[in-house]
T-cell receptor
Framework: NAGVTQTPKFRVLKTGQSMTLLCAQD?????MYWYRQDPGMGLRLIHY???????AKGEVPDGYNVSRLKKQNFLLGLESAAPSQTSVYFC????????????????FGPGTRLTVL | GQQVMQIPQYQHVQEGEDFTTYCNSS?????IQWYKQRPGGHPVFLIQ?????EVKKQKRLTFQFGEAKKNSSLHITATQTTDVGTYFC???????????FGGGTRLMVKP
Protein backbone atom coordinates (compact mmCIF):
# COMPACT_ATOMS: atom_id res chain seq x y z
CA ASN A 1 0.00 0.00 0.00
CA ALA A 2 1.23 3.46 -0.89
CA GLY A 3 -0.63 5.08 2.01
CA VAL A 4 -1.18 8.79 1.37
CA THR A 5 0.39 10.34 -1.72
CA GLN A 6 0.51 13.98 -2.78
CA THR A 7 1.26 15.63 -6.11
CA PRO A 8 3.15 17.73 -6.91
CA LYS A 9 6.03 17.68 -4.43
CA PHE A 10 7.17 21.22 -5.24
CA ARG A 11 5.59 24.14 -7.05
CA VAL A 12 6.40 27.79 -7.66
CA LEU A 13 3.55 30.12 -8.60
CA LYS A 14 3.27 33.78 -9.43
CA THR A 15 0.78 35.90 -7.55
CA GLY A 16 -2.67 35.49 -9.05
CA GLN A 17 -2.04 32.09 -10.63
CA SER A 18 -4.19 29.10 -9.77
CA MET A 19 -3.34 25.49 -9.05
CA THR A 20 -4.71 22.26 -7.65
CA LEU A 21 -2.98 19.95 -5.20
CA LEU A 22 -3.97 16.31 -5.35
CA CYS A 23 -4.11 13.92 -2.44
CA ALA A 24 -4.82 10.21 -2.78
CA GLN A 25 -5.13 7.48 -0.15
CA ASP A 26 -5.50 3.74 -0.58
CA UNK A 27 -6.54 2.84 2.97
CA UNK A 28 -10.28 3.25 2.39
CA UNK A 29 -10.38 6.03 4.99
CA UNK A 30 -13.55 8.07 5.39
CA UNK A 31 -11.91 11.26 6.66
CA MET A 32 -9.40 13.37 4.80
CA TYR A 33 -7.74 16.65 5.75
CA TRP A 34 -5.64 19.45 4.30
CA TYR A 35 -3.16 21.27 6.57
CA ARG A 36 -0.62 23.98 6.05
CA GLN A 37 2.61 24.22 8.00
CA ASP A 38 4.54 27.45 8.32
CA PRO A 39 7.98 27.85 9.93
CA GLY A 40 7.82 27.78 13.71
CA MET A 41 4.14 26.97 13.68
CA GLY A 42 2.23 23.77 14.02
CA LEU A 43 -0.16 22.33 11.50
CA ARG A 44 -3.26 24.38 10.80
CA LEU A 45 -6.34 22.76 9.33
CA ILE A 46 -7.55 24.31 6.08
CA HIS A 47 -10.48 22.07 5.09
CA TYR A 48 -11.56 18.54 5.78
CA UNK A 49 -13.97 15.93 4.50
CA UNK A 50 -15.94 13.34 6.41
CA UNK A 51 -16.78 11.29 3.33
CA UNK A 52 -17.21 11.27 -0.42
CA UNK A 53 -19.06 14.34 -1.61
CA UNK A 54 -18.66 16.27 1.66
CA UNK A 55 -16.33 19.10 2.67
CA ALA A 56 -16.10 21.41 5.67
CA LYS A 57 -14.06 24.44 6.71
CA GLY A 58 -11.21 24.16 9.13
CA GLU A 59 -9.26 26.79 11.00
CA VAL A 60 -7.83 28.72 8.00
CA PRO A 61 -10.09 28.14 4.95
CA ASP A 62 -9.93 31.55 3.25
CA GLY A 63 -8.36 31.52 -0.21
CA TYR A 64 -8.75 27.76 -0.64
CA ASN A 65 -11.39 25.44 -2.05
CA VAL A 66 -11.63 21.66 -1.87
CA SER A 67 -13.48 18.81 -3.50
CA ARG A 68 -13.97 15.14 -2.63
CA LEU A 69 -15.59 13.59 -5.69
CA LYS A 70 -14.11 10.16 -4.98
CA LYS A 71 -13.52 8.61 -1.59
CA GLN A 72 -9.83 8.09 -2.23
CA ASN A 73 -9.07 11.61 -3.52
CA PHE A 74 -9.13 15.04 -1.89
CA LEU A 75 -8.24 18.07 -3.97
CA LEU A 76 -7.10 21.45 -2.68
CA GLY A 77 -7.43 24.43 -4.99
CA LEU A 78 -5.95 27.90 -4.91
CA GLU A 79 -7.91 30.14 -7.27
CA SER A 80 -5.67 33.22 -7.03
CA ALA A 81 -2.44 32.51 -5.22
CA ALA A 82 -0.99 35.08 -2.81
CA PRO A 83 2.49 35.24 -1.21
CA SER A 84 0.83 34.56 2.16
CA GLN A 85 -0.02 31.09 0.85
CA THR A 86 3.65 30.15 0.61
CA SER A 87 3.81 27.11 2.86
CA VAL A 88 4.17 23.36 3.07
CA TYR A 89 0.85 21.63 2.53
CA PHE A 90 0.11 18.25 4.07
CA CYS A 91 -2.78 15.96 3.33
CA UNK A 92 -3.87 13.38 5.89
CA UNK A 93 -6.49 10.68 6.23
CA UNK A 94 -8.00 8.67 9.05
CA UNK A 95 -10.74 6.25 9.84
CA UNK A 96 -13.60 7.61 11.97
CA UNK A 97 -11.80 10.08 14.23
CA UNK A 98 -12.50 11.38 17.67
CA UNK A 99 -13.97 8.17 18.96
CA UNK A 100 -12.41 7.67 22.35
CA UNK A 101 -12.34 3.93 21.98
CA UNK A 102 -10.86 3.98 18.50
CA UNK A 103 -7.28 3.91 17.45
CA UNK A 104 -7.73 6.76 15.02
CA UNK A 105 -4.36 8.10 14.05
CA UNK A 106 -4.00 10.40 11.09
CA UNK A 107 -1.77 9.25 8.25
CA PHE A 108 0.08 12.05 6.51
CA GLY A 109 1.33 12.39 2.97
CA PRO A 110 4.88 13.59 2.18
CA GLY A 111 3.81 17.20 1.65
CA THR A 112 3.86 19.78 -1.14
CA ARG A 113 6.20 22.74 -0.83
CA LEU A 114 4.52 25.75 -2.47
CA THR A 115 6.17 29.10 -3.09
CA VAL A 116 4.16 32.06 -4.32
CA LEU A 117 6.23 34.91 -5.74
CA GLY B 1 -12.06 27.86 19.62
CA GLN B 2 -9.86 25.19 21.06
CA GLN B 3 -6.21 26.14 21.52
CA VAL B 4 -3.32 23.81 22.16
CA MET B 5 0.01 25.21 23.32
CA GLN B 6 3.36 23.53 23.65
CA ILE B 7 6.53 24.49 25.48
CA PRO B 8 9.34 24.84 24.91
CA GLN B 9 9.44 25.79 21.23
CA TYR B 10 13.05 24.61 20.89
CA GLN B 11 15.33 22.43 22.99
CA HIS B 12 19.01 21.65 22.52
CA VAL B 13 20.32 18.71 24.54
CA GLN B 14 23.55 16.77 24.72
CA GLU B 15 23.17 13.16 23.67
CA GLY B 16 22.31 11.12 26.74
CA GLU B 17 20.43 13.92 28.49
CA ASP B 18 16.70 13.74 29.13
CA PHE B 19 14.08 15.84 27.34
CA THR B 20 10.52 16.85 28.16
CA THR B 21 7.90 18.75 26.18
CA TYR B 22 4.64 19.99 27.69
CA CYS B 23 1.25 20.42 26.07
CA ASN B 24 -1.66 22.47 27.41
CA SER B 25 -5.18 22.80 26.04
CA SER B 26 -7.64 25.61 26.64
CA UNK B 27 -10.45 23.03 26.82
CA UNK B 28 -10.87 19.51 28.16
CA UNK B 29 -9.80 16.93 25.61
CA UNK B 30 -11.47 13.61 24.87
CA UNK B 31 -8.10 12.21 23.90
CA ILE B 32 -4.66 13.46 22.94
CA GLN B 33 -2.28 12.29 20.26
CA TRP B 34 1.46 12.78 19.81
CA TYR B 35 3.26 12.95 16.47
CA LYS B 36 6.91 13.18 15.47
CA GLN B 37 8.16 14.98 12.38
CA ARG B 38 11.74 14.40 11.27
CA PRO B 39 13.48 17.31 9.50
CA GLY B 40 12.14 17.51 5.96
CA GLY B 41 9.58 14.80 6.67
CA HIS B 42 5.93 14.49 7.50
CA PRO B 43 4.24 13.96 10.88
CA VAL B 44 4.10 10.37 12.03
CA PHE B 45 1.75 9.17 14.73
CA LEU B 46 3.39 8.04 17.97
CA ILE B 47 0.60 7.39 20.46
CA GLN B 48 -2.88 8.25 21.69
CA UNK B 49 -3.87 8.78 25.32
CA UNK B 50 -7.50 8.53 26.35
CA UNK B 51 -7.93 8.13 30.11
CA UNK B 52 -7.44 10.74 32.79
CA UNK B 53 -4.00 10.30 34.38
CA GLU B 54 -2.96 7.74 31.78
CA VAL B 55 0.73 6.94 31.38
CA LYS B 56 2.12 5.03 28.42
CA LYS B 57 5.67 4.04 27.58
CA GLN B 58 7.39 3.29 24.30
CA LYS B 59 10.96 2.26 25.03
CA ARG B 60 12.65 5.51 26.16
CA LEU B 61 9.54 7.65 25.60
CA THR B 62 6.99 8.22 28.38
CA PHE B 63 3.67 9.91 27.66
CA GLN B 64 1.32 11.28 30.31
CA PHE B 65 -2.22 12.64 30.18
CA GLY B 66 -3.21 14.99 32.97
CA GLU B 67 -5.88 14.23 35.53
CA ALA B 68 -8.06 17.06 34.23
CA LYS B 69 -7.44 15.96 30.61
CA LYS B 70 -6.21 19.43 29.71
CA ASN B 71 -2.49 18.78 29.62
CA SER B 72 0.00 16.18 28.54
CA SER B 73 3.72 15.60 28.45
CA LEU B 74 6.29 13.60 26.54
CA HIS B 75 9.52 12.65 28.27
CA ILE B 76 12.48 11.08 26.49
CA THR B 77 15.11 9.40 28.64
CA ALA B 78 18.73 9.44 27.51
CA THR B 79 18.21 11.12 24.16
CA GLN B 80 19.87 9.78 21.02
CA THR B 81 20.60 11.50 17.71
CA THR B 82 17.74 9.51 16.21
CA ASP B 83 15.34 11.43 18.47
CA VAL B 84 15.96 14.64 16.51
CA GLY B 85 12.79 16.18 15.13
CA THR B 86 9.72 18.16 16.07
CA TYR B 87 7.22 16.65 18.48
CA PHE B 88 3.60 17.73 18.24
CA CYS B 89 0.68 17.09 20.53
CA UNK B 90 -2.83 17.28 19.12
CA UNK B 91 -6.33 17.12 20.56
CA UNK B 92 -9.72 16.53 19.03
CA UNK B 93 -12.57 19.00 19.38
CA UNK B 94 -15.80 17.97 21.10
CA UNK B 95 -17.41 16.97 17.81
CA UNK B 96 -14.50 14.65 17.19
CA UNK B 97 -13.89 15.75 13.62
CA UNK B 98 -11.07 18.28 13.91
CA UNK B 99 -7.61 17.75 15.35
CA UNK B 100 -5.94 20.87 16.74
CA PHE B 101 -2.16 20.72 16.81
CA GLY B 102 0.16 22.43 19.23
CA GLY B 103 3.00 24.52 17.83
CA GLY B 104 5.48 21.69 18.36
CA THR B 105 8.77 21.38 20.19
CA ARG B 106 11.85 21.06 18.03
CA LEU B 107 14.44 18.79 19.62
CA MET B 108 18.07 19.03 18.61
CA VAL B 109 20.59 16.54 19.97
CA LYS B 110 24.33 17.18 20.02
CA PRO B 111 26.39 14.00 19.66
Amino acid sequence: NAGVTQTPKFRVLKTGQSMTLLCAQDMNHEYMYWYRQDPGMGLRLIHYSVGEGTTAKGEVPDGYNVSRLKKQNFLLGLESAAPSQTSVYFCASSSYPGLVSSYNEQFFGPGTRLTVL
Amino acid sequence: GQQVMQIPQYQHVQEGEDFTTYCNSSTTLSNIQWYKQRPGGHPVFLIQLVKSGEVKKQKRLTFQFGEAKKNSSLHITATQTTDVGTYFCAGYNNAGNMLTFGGGTRLMVKP
